[in-house]
């Protein structure tokens, strides 16, 4: 389709005369855009409803033709038609990315020059739609990376079930909470042992009852009082099996007192006010925090070293983390609480996470120092893709 220009006049016309005769420049119509080209739009957040336009530049765009003022892009549903107006690019634009689409709905663009007072032949491409996207390309690497560090798992895992000894560093921690039961059977007082105040599908009250059973065991063999306060029905149930096993492995079952075993409240500061209380009134010679922790960490952590009992937390709570580290005697620092927990129970499922994890970082670092690396030796294209993936 062909705007008409200023006067009639055949393409090899320079001008025309007007009524006095005297010669009058006729503007015919930029030349069209070529090649238009739509696809769908693949980008991290494609719901499929963008869509891609490229073309090829009017000839009369350019630096020695400058005929052009931009281009006007058009939408239809219908063949043949220009449609809607979609929007309008200046000169020099070859790209465009139609935001406004309707997921599977077809399409028919069109592209046309104009010099800010004729338009171009169009140059059209269709029938195309855009689709929701359930797999991103351009983020391959995070899949590759993630099927790494699955298979590590899976591995280690495999490893740990048939035996092999995985070696995993002690936490240090593991020996304060031992001293800390020493101390508190010296002294002839109990233990206070608080797995937090989260339910019992949380990751950390998992740790922390898997922690409880390594403390029970001590504590049935020095034959000291262990004293477990719950915020939750379930985590108090668990801690009692937890404890009762315990002691029944120690070849002490005798020795479980179940009214130990204490659910308090599930509001939170009346589960604080409890255990502070429990504090005050039983002395308690060593405090130890294992678990989710909240706003009420700090209260615990005040009132246990007030009273004089060593103190000993660990939680992945990074909120709460200051306070412990300030009012405790050690602290297990977040996954330290994870890693006590595999060493402890040697469970190839938790075994296999924390040699998986330890190894996909290691894996991470590697990557990092290949990227310095090359992007200090001006490798562009692997800087570029190690960006944007």
């Not at 119509?29 to 739009?41: E, K, N, Q, S």
């Not at 070859?94 to 997921?103: G, R, S």
Request: charge should be negative; hydrophobic fraction near 45%.
């Amino acid at each position: 389709m062909v705007a008409l220009s200023f006067g009639w006049a055949s393409a090899q016309d320079e001008s025309v005369t007007d009524e006095a005769g005297l010669p009058h420049p006729v503007a015919f119509p930029p030349a069209p855009p070529r090649d238009l080209a739509a696809a769908d739009f693949v980008d991290n957040n494609d719901a499929g409803d963008k869509i891609e336009l490229t073309w090829v530049l009017s000839p009369d765009d350019g630096a020695e033709e400058a005929n052009v003022a931009g281009y006007y892009l058009w939408r239809s549903e219908s063949p043949g038609a220009r449609g809607d107006t979609l929007a309008f690019v200046g000169a020099g634009t070859t790209d465009f990315v139609d935001d406004t689409a309707v997921p599977g709905v077809p399409y028919y663009y069109s592209v046309t020059a104009t010099d800010g007072t004729s338009l171009s032949d169009d140059a059209t491409f269709g029938p195309v739609s855009g689709r929701r996207n359930w797999f991103t390309v351009s983020r391959l690497a995070v899949l590759v990376l993630a099927g790494i560090f699955f298979a590590l798992v899976l591995t280690f895992t495999r490893l740990a079930e048939r035996g092999a000894k995985l070696f995993v560093r002690r936490i240090p921690g593991l020996n304060a909470i031992e001293e800390a039961v020493g101390r508190a059977t010296e002294m002839g007082r109990p233990v206070l042992y608080v797995p937090g105040i989260g339910e019992i599908d949380n990751i950390m009250t998992i740790a922390s009852l898997t922690i409880l059973s390594h403390v029970a065991r001590i504590t049935a063999r020095y034959e000291t009082p262990l004293i477990v306060p719950t915020a939750r029905a379930v985590v108090m149930s668990a801690a009692e099996e937890v404890v009762k096993e315990a002691y029944a492995a120690e070849g002490k079952p005798d020795a479980y007192n179940p009214d130990n075993i204490r659910y308090l409240s599930d509001a939170q500061f009346a589960f604080a006010g409890a255990v502070n209380g429990i504090m005050l009134r039983e002395r308690p010679a060593a405090n130890l925090y294992l678990g989710a922790f909240w706003a009420e960490s700090l209260l615990l952590a005040e009132t246990g070293f007030e009273a004089g009992a060593i103190q000993v937390a660990g939680t992945a709570m990074v909120s709460q983390l200051p306070f412990f580290v300030t009012a405790c005697d050690y602290t297990l620092l977040g996954e330290e609480l994870y890693a006590a927990s595999a060493y402890l129970s040697r469970e190839p499922k938790l075994l296999g996470g924390l040699k998986g994890s330890d190894w996909m970082k290691i894996v991470t670092i590697a990557l990092m120092a290949i990227g310095i690396i090359m992007s200090i030796a001006g490798a562009d294209a692997f800087v570029e893709w190690f960006h944007t993936n």
